[in-house]
């Protein structure tokens, strides 16, 4: 099984819904992460969190929002979807407190909103 | 604010040869690292490479080394024999290693094509 898992994996929605992207870890880190990958544009954090009642805003992070349900599972959703908000979404998590340590990712949720 | 370039949107190169990915960066910071991300189609993200800016010598992985030249603020991917499984989008980052957020700043990617 992966460490990090994103559900779902694909997903189309319409404009003005509300949609929850889901991670879970399994590797016990403190720090989890989303991110949204656009073409030409790298990856830009949207929220991330260090513990469960630690939760920060990131470049990006208008109409989104979050939550770290617990240690091993952090959400992003998406109140009312709109067409620019067509990405692919990247979970990731680290251990330890170094500039150094390993970012591990999810294998990402690919979002349409139509 | 640092930011990460990466000027080849696109590189390919013959099965068996070397190639060289470019990035350089912009910070005012002294304390930094630097990694090279690899994302085949499965979309993983996979580390390659890192770097410390404090370390003068050249981080080595196998088949990939990277030429860190810090006064440059340059930090370019060399992947040696290439195989074809080596064909992705490979992505640069950089780590301050002053900010408690410990953010990773991001690169827009080169596709690497390797021709058989």
């Known amino acids: 099984d992966a460490d990090v898992t994103q559900t779902p994996r694909n997903r189309i929605t319409k404009t003005g819904k509300r949609i929850m992207l889901e991670c879970s870890q399994t590797?016990?880190?403190?720090?989890m992460y989303w991110y949204r990958q656009d073409p030409g544009l790298g990856l830009r954090l949207i929220y991330y969190?260090?513990?469960?009642?630690?939760?920060n805003k990131g470049e990006i992070s208008d109409g989104y929002s979050v939550s770290r349900q617990a240690q091993a599972k952090f959400s992003l959703s998406l109140e009312s979807a709109i067409p620019n908000q067509t990405a692919l979404y990247f979970c990731?998590?680290?251990?330890?407190?170094?500039?150094?340590?390993?970012?591990?990712f999810g294998q990402g949720t690919r979002l349409t909103v139509v | 604010a640092q930011t990460v370039t990466q000027s080849q949107p696109e590189m390919s190169v013959q099965e068996a040869e070397t190639v060289t990915l470019s990035c350089t960066y912009d910070?005012?910071?002294?304390?930094?690292?630097l990694f090279w991300y690899k994302q085949p189609p499965s979309r993983q993200m996979i580390l390659v490479i890192r770097?410390?800016?404090?370390k003068q010598q050249n981080a080595t992985e196998n088949r990939f080394s990277v030429n860190f030249q810090k006064a440059a603020k340059s930090f370019s991917l060399k992947i040696s024999d290439s195989q074809l499984g080596d064909a992705a989008m490979y992505f640069c980052?950089?780590?301050?290693?002053?900010?408690?957020?410990?953010?990773?700043?991001w690169g827009a990617g080169t596709k690497l094509i390797i021709k058989p």
């Open positions: 990731a998590t680290r251990g330890g407190t170094g500039a150094d340590t390993e970012a591990f």
């Open positions: 590797k016990g880190h403190d720090r």
């Open positions: 969190s260090f513990d469960v009642k630690d939760i």
């Open positions: 910070t005012s910071e002294s304390d930094y690292y």
């Open positions: 770097q410390e800016a404090y």
């Open positions: 980052a950089y780590r301050s290693a002053e900010d408690s957020n410990y953010q990773l700043i």
